[in-house]
């Protein structure tokens, strides 16, 4: 069985050699928690391929062109295996995101209508309203626990609006995929477990489905609607498809938005002088929340190479393991000046924070639409706020980069 993220302990201290820190690097590593930034910098300085010995031994891409090139080229790079370690929480493969080939095609064909740039737009006010709704009692009170106040909240309700699925579901969302995350994954011992772990979220989601099916679809365009009304290969979705799909919706989509939202806030509050720059040119807000996206360094994968290739004169063998950084790519000095500072007058934002390739995220316009709200609609109400005095942002370096914790106070720092 895969040693998972919650048995490896790794070490406290960081090792002593670069080597060394090579060799034991891990998105888990509790040396890296803190601040894997400096630590990625240090590694990609030794080269473009390297080699750690954690999980059972994997390659770590360090440079944009070579995650890049590899994502172009999923022949060469699957995408059966999405993590290291890789744990497979459902028997199936999530579609479309673990197929390959003509099978990844078919169905991403079949499902690329679903979040095109005129379905986020139908559902933006109801995102705005969202937002709101979670702003107004913060700038009331004066202050937050912004992870959970707003981050995780945001793009939940955002999640379930998208699905067609009442927004008063959301305490039973999170605490089944806070379950999972928390206690089902790390204590699961076997496939077994692991996948009787994953079987409320199933359940939730197969429930939500059959009463939108007894509902009706007609005139609905939420997913889960369209899902109901859509073919593949001229056959209907059946059940275990549409939740599966579901399910690879949200684990995608729920972590990944509210770290980076998370690391953003965390970002401007640290720089009063963004903020002004941001309450004082809304019209600029696109290209300003692009950039904090590619800032905030977020989303690691992996891939499994399909047969023997060299890169760098580095050779991979057929059934190796390699890590994809695709934030850390947006910090690559070859590609980007002043990688390291956020520069809203950039002339081109070629970030990689949602992949590129045949498995281009889904959700990618999603997403931006969630932190262009989230800037408007915050500081529309609360134009000036600081981490709140005695209190340190909570940090987290995995596959899903963020923030556990980020108290922040209302009003200018004194």
């Known amino acids: 069985m895969n040693q998972t993220a919650a048995q490896h302990q790794g070490c406290p201290v960081a ?29 990609r300085e030794h080269g473009p391929v390297l080699r ?22 999923p022949d060469l790079f699957s995408s059966a295996d999405i993590g290291i370690p890789n744990r497979q929480i459902y028997k199936d493969k999530l579609i479309p995101i673990q197929l390959d080939g003509e099978d990844h095609r ?40 912004f992870v959970e106040d707003f981050a995780v909240r945001l793009p939940a309700e955002t999640f379930l609006i998208n699905f067609g699925i009442d927004r008063s579901y959301l305490p039973e969302l999170l605490a089944h995929k806070n379950w999972l995350r928390r206690e089902g994954l790390p204590n699961a011992r076997n496939d077994e477990e692991l996948h009787a772990a994953g079987r409320p979220l199933w359940e939730f989601f ?68 963004v903020q002004r720059t941001v309450v004082g040119e809304p019209h600029r807000l696109p290209a300003m929340a692009e950039e904090l996206i590619r800032h905030e360094a977020m989303v690691s994968t992996a891939r499994v190479v399909t047969r023997d290739v060299e890169l760098h004169d580095v050779k991979l063998r057929a059934g190796d393991r ?11 000095p070859e590609v980007f000046e002043r990688a390291d500072e956020v520069d809203f007058d950039r002339q081109s934002v070629r970030h990689l924070a949602f992949g590129i390739g045949p498995h281009r995220c889904l959700g990618m316009h999603l997403a931006r ?7 408007e609609e915050w500081h529309a109400r609360i134009p000036e ?15 899903i980069r963020g923030l556990d914790r980020l108290d922040l106070t209302v009003g200018a720092a004194r």
């Open 206 to 273: 197969s429930a939500a489905v059959d009463v939108r099916r007894a509902e009706g679809i007609e005139g609905r365009r939420d997913v889960i609607s369209s899902l109901l009304r859509a073919e593949h290969e001229g056959r209907p979705l059946t059940q275990d498809e549409i939740v599966n799909i579901i399910l690879m919706t949200m684990f995608a989509s729920l972590d990944t938005s509210n770290s980076l939202l998370s690391m953003v806030f965390r970002h401007l509050a640290e720089h009063p002088e």
């Open 52 to 73: 750690s010995e954690e999980f059972g031994g994997y390659w770590i891409l360090t440079r944009y062109a070579d995650i890049e090139w590899a994502a172009r080229n």
């Open 106 to 145: 078919k169905w991403r064909q079949a499902l690329s209508a679903l979040f095109n740039p005129a379905v986020v737009g139908h559902i933006t006010p109801q995102i705005r309203e969202a937002a709101v709704d979670a702003i107004e009692p913060i700038a009331a009170r004066g202050s937050c626990e």
């Open 322 to 332: 390699v890590l994809m950084s695709w934030g850390f790519a947006g910090l690559d």
């Open 15 to 43: 090792p002593g050699t670069p080597e060394e820190r090579i060799r034991r690097w891990s998105t888990y590593q509790p040396w890296l928690q803190a601040d894997p930034v400096g630590a990625w910098h240090e590694l």
């Open 385 to 399: 706020y600081h981490i709140t005095p005695g209190t340190e942002p909570v940090s987290r370096y995995s596959p």
């Open 369 to 375: 639409r969630i932190v262009k709200v989230a800037l």
